[in-house]
């Protein structure tokens, strides 16, 4: 298990931009892939990119692919991440989670942050 704490999140206007941070504890960081997912409210929680446990490959759902990147610094134990050009569909709280291998199943992620709120003005 490890500990994540999103932050970053905020309130931006249609086609802005905001970076979400998320810092995990401990020292095994760079064994886990780490997954970006959102829930908006009376919806289900939904998944929106993941990164490999060195950063060389990432997923990202339909929705954000081409205007969301996510990075990871494992040296400092943080993955970013970017959105671009944002929609007030996307509003939601974000959240980080830590897996063992690569998913889009919330289900395959043993450790998440406390989400961090994001909110699209139109």
């Known amino acids: 298990q490890v500990q994540l704490v999103e932050s970053g999140g905020g309130l931006v206007q249609t086609g802005g931009s905001l970076r979400l941070s998320c810092e995990a504890s401990g020292r095994t960081f760079n064994t886990y892939a780490m997954g970006w997912f959102r829930q908006a409210p009376g919806k289900d929680r939904e998944f929106v990119g993941s990164?490999?446990?060195?950063?060389?490959?990432?997923y990202y759902a339909d929705s954000v692919k081409g205007r969301f990147t996510i990075s990871r610094d494992n040296a400092n134990n943080t993955v970013h991440l970017q959105m671009n050009s944002l929609k007030p569909e996307d509003t939601a709280v974000y959240y980080c989670a830590a897996s063992y291998g690569t998913t889009s199943n919330p289900g395959g992620y043993h450790s998440w942050g406390q989400g961090t709120q994001v909110t699209v003005s139109s």
């Open positions: 990164i490999s446990r060195g950063g060389g490959t990432t």
